[in-house]
Structure formats: structure tokens, C-alpha cells
């Protein structure tokens, strides 16, 4: 009940086009829901975050959906570019952060 | 603002010896800092959860007496791999907490190679 399940584990999107990454959850003491871009080497950014209590986030070219009923949520990367090719991680948290297994997007340029 | 650093970036040590690994948060005060670790094309794992001036609570599964952590400050956390042996070597990242905020923020990370 703990676990985040992300999908895909890997997606190839082409400059321009919308990736969208999405994750499901189970746990509805859930009440935090951020994104993490982490690239090789480095340890993860936080990119944008989203509570429970509304269905739709946007920041810069970084859109997250959240579907409270359903129990999931998604990330959205409008106007994609190379620089962009990165791991993406959910997270959802109570007391603690649990993270999705990660998704590897790579835009083609 | 919400910058976390770490210390080493990287390094490399011989089995049974022991390592210190730094973590600070440069503009925040952190009242809680977590520690990751991060196995090639993996997820992070939380290892244990640091309150500073009290002891850290560790998950299960994570020796508490091999990974030693002390969080001295409100700033400042310290990791200790103590006795490393090569199936220690990982990716340990921590991330802290502003007092009173939910957003987790993470440091670059320390590779740590046990020869």
C-alpha cells in the first residue's frame, strides 16, 4: 500500500511533442505529490508538486494532472526539448517520500 | 534559495575502512535531512531519517551500526559508512527538509567505490 507505480519505464518522444509520464498510488494518507528530474550523476531536482486538493498544476512547460478518485497522477511536458532527456520520478508522501521506479525519457532532437 | 550540498563528490576507499560523508543545507534551516541510496538505473531507497539532536530512525533492513548518522545541526548532517565493504559501493544522496514545508530537497550525491 505503500508504493508508487510509475509508467513507462522508458519513453522516446521527438523535440516539440508532449511526454507524459504517469503514476498510481494506493495509500490515500498520501497528501504530497511532487516530481523529481534527476539526470546521470547528479542527484534529483524537484521540478513541480501537487496536493490533493486540486486537480491540475502547471509550472512553466511542466504540467502535473491529479486524479484524486482514481488515485493517480501525471506529468506533462509541453513543447519537449533534448534538454529534457532525463529520469523522472514521482513521489508521494505521508511521513516519508516514496518514489515511483523512475522513468528514463529521452527527446530526440 | 533551497540549496543542499554534499561532500565528498566522490570517493574512494579500501575495504574496512571508514567513511564520512557531508550534507548541508546552504540557505534553510533543516530541522529533518534523509539519506538515499541509489543503485545504477534504480530508484532511491531511504536509508533513515535524521532529526537533528536526536537519534535517527533507520528503515528496515538498514544496519543502524554500519551506517552511523549524526545530525549536529540544523544544518548539517553526517553520514559515516563504517567497516566498507565493495557491496557498499552506491550513489548516497541526501535531501532536507525546510522546518514547517513539505518540499524535499535533494544534494548532488556522493559516489562511494570500496576497493
Known amino acids: 500500500q505503500q508504493q508508487v507505480k510509475q509508467s513507462p519505464q522508458s519513453l522516446i518522444v521527438q523535440k516539440g511533442g508532449i511526454p507524459i509520464i504517469n503514476c498510481a498510488y494506493e495509500n490515500t494518507a498520501f497528501d504530497y505529490f511532487p516530481w523529481y528530474q534527476q539526470f546521470p550523476g547528479k542527484g534529483p531536482a524537484l521540478l513541480i508538486a501537487?496536493?490533493?486538493?486540486?486537480s491540475e498544476k502547471k509550472e512553466g512547460r511542466f504540467t502535473i494532472s491529479f486524479n484524486k478518485s482514481a488515485k493517480q497522477f501525471s506529468l506533462h511536458i509541453m513543447d519537449s526539448q533534448p534538454g529534457d532527456s532525463a529520469t523522472y520520478f514521482c513521489a508521494a508522501r505521508a511521513q516519508k517520500l516514496v518514489f515511483g521506479q523512475g522513468t528514463r525519457l529521452t527527446i530526440n532532437p | 534559495g533551497a540549496v543542499v550540498s554534499q561532500h565528498p563528490s566522490w570517493v574512494i576507499c579500501k575495504s574496512g575502512t571508514s567513511v564520512k560523508i557531508e550534507c548541508r543545507s546552504l540557505?534553510?534551516?533543516?530541522?529533518?535531512m534523509f539519506w538515499y541510496r541509489q543503485f545504477p538505473k534504480q530508484s532511491l531507497m531511504l536509508m533513515a531519517t535524521s532529526n537533528e539532536g536526536s537519534k535517527a530512525t533507520y528503515e528496515q533492513g538498514v544496519e543502524k551500526d554500519k551506517f552511523l548518522i549524526n545530525h549536529a545541526s540544523l544544518t548539517l548532517s553526517t553520514l559515516t559508512v563504517t567497516s566498507a565493504h565493495p557491496e557498499d559501493s552506491s550513489f548516497y544522496i541526501c535531501?532536507?527538509?525546510?522546518?514547517?514545508?513539505?518540499?524535499?530537497?535533494f544534494g548532488p550525491g556522493t559516489r562511494l567505490t570500496v576497493t
Open positions: 501537487i496536493r490533493p486538493d486540486v
Open positions: 535531501s532536507a527538509s525546510p522546518a514547517g514545508l513539505y518540499e524535499q530537497y
Open positions: 540557505d534553510f534551516q533543516a530541522t529533518t
